[in-house]
């Protein structure tokens, strides 16, 4: 008795010294989320409500515009110009002395193919599409009236006798065409008047915007010329910065963010383009109305991850439906086709596991940044989060090798606990045959 006495008062001291550290731990732990907590708050707040900042940022935004124009040009054609690059080089480089001069003249080269091409899509997308809409527009407002009656018909045909459907269809057809069409001459062609005199108006504001357009390919041109100049610089400042352990750390993270942006956005316009030139040539099989405007709907909006394809199908079906119902229906069990082929065979061949997140992270990726950004949040907010992911990833990683617990995620799904003294991981089946052994050797 004197000795487990003896013992208690000595083990005493330790527990409460022992308790004190735990506490005074898990008091710092809790303040350091609080302040972390307090600091977003505090930097949320900065930037979306204090109107200096708004303000400043929105005017360094407009200054630095034809850079950032320049940026994603160059960023865009990147892909596209080292193509080029590379394929004129290997033919050039055997029939001059010089290899330096070989490189600049292929890199001239490649550099004004790519904006040759670029400019080359821009013209063809706006002489297919505008003259496309501006007839699209004219056709619905002139045959609105007749193809509204031509579909009460198409009802009435199918209800058969059933007067009360049949009248209840009508009514609200009969409402909606001629609200559509009360809206098209009251509203849309008003209002296309105002912006049309406001654009003529401004026409400083539209030169400025040119003028940033064409100082921006210029800007897109010397990127594209040096960026293995402005990469090295780039990572001299970053070693200049941090150690080599770290700076090794951000220099990889840039490159794989790199590598996801770029197999991202480049695939997916791959994709879209393809998706679109199919779409152009099925509908103009099937004699569809406005082919043309129809496809390139379908194939901008497949560049959005997931919702892309509904959002496009929702506008071209309105455009073919107004014009013929039954092609409406037909259309719709086309694009459903279309997306599931994409979905399954041409994208994955081009894309691949670009991104690595799961079909709820893409969800969440393009919930979250669209909502923040609207359609470029929509368009990039997948690659952001996949970066986001890496990283997060990558930390986790080396935090639980650092403290030699198990990185894989199939370790932690039936996990009950680390053992805190082997850091070995302790399941729940392990836990519950434990249990069992030792009340059945009680038992025994």
Avoid at 12 to 17: L, M
Avoid at 158 to 174: C, M, P, R, Y
Avoid at 412 to 441: C, F, G
């Amino acid at each position: 008795m004197e000795e487990l006495k003896q013992n208690e008062q000595i083990q005493t001291p330790k527990t409460k010294k022992t308790d004190e550290f735990h506490l005074k731990q898990i008091t710092i732990i809790a303040l350091a989320i609080f302040i972390t907590f307090c600091c977003c708050i505090l930097f949320f707040f900065v930037i979306y409500r204090y109107n200096g900042f708004t303000d400043f940022w929105k005017k360094l935004t407009y200054i630095l515009q034809p850079v950032i124009i320049g940026l994603v040009v160059a960023y865009l054609l990147n892909p596209l110009m080292k193509l080029i690059d590379g394929k004129l080089f290997s033919l050039f480089k055997g029939k001059m002395k010089s290899e330096k001069k070989a490189k600049k003249i292929s890199r001239g080269l490649a550099i004004a193919g790519a904006l040759l091409f670029l400019v080359g899509i821009i013209v063809l997308l706006i002489a297919a599409i505008v003259p496309s809409i501006i007839q699209s527009i004219q056709g619905i407002i002139s045959t609105l009236p007749a193809e509204v009656r031509s579909l009460v018909d198409w009802i009435n045909d199918i209800a058969k006798g059933d007067s009360q459907i049949a009248d209840i269809a009508e009514e609200v057809i009969t409402q909606a065409g001629n609200f559509f069409e009360n809206w098209m001459k009251n509203t849309l062609l008003p209002q296309a008047e105002v912006y049309i005199s406001s654009i003529t108006s401004g026409v400083i504001t539209g030169v400025k915007f040119v003028i940033n357009i064409l100082v921006g390919l210029i800007i897109s041109v010397y990127v594209m010329a040096s960026q293995e100049k402005f990469a090295g610089q780039a990572k001299k400042i970053i070693y200049a910065i941090f150690k080599p352990v770290r700076a090794n750390v951000v220099v990889e993270t840039v490159r794989k963010s790199n590598e996801i942006f770029g197999g991202f956005i480049s695939g997916k316009i791959l994709d879209s383009a393809i998706i679109g030139v199919i779409a152009y040539i099925v509908l103009a099989i099937m004699k569809m109305p406005d082919t043309m405007l129809v496809a390139v709907i379908i194939g901008v909006t497949n560049i959005i991850p997931f919702f892309g394809p509904f959002i496009g199908a929702i506008p071209s079906f309105i455009i073919i439906v107004l014009q013929n119902p039954v092609q409406g229906l037909y259309f719709l069990i086309f694009v459903i086709i279309l997306q599931q082929v994409d979905g399954n065979i041409i994208g994955p061949k081009i894309l691949g596991d670009s991104t690595g997140l799961s079909s709820f992270w893409v969800v969440f990726a393009i919930l979250v940044f669209g909502g923040l950004w609207g359609f470029p949040g929509m368009l990039l907010g997948v690659p952001i989060m996949a970066v986001i992911y890496y990283i997060v990833s990558n930390v986790v990683t080396y935090s639980l090798k650092k403290r030699g617990i198990p990185e894989t995620e199939i370790d932690y799904v039936n996990l009950d606990r680390i053992d805190k003294h082997t850091n070995q991981p302790v399941y729940e089946t392990t836990e519950k045959n434990k249990k069992q052994d030792e009340k059945s050797a009680g038992e025994a």
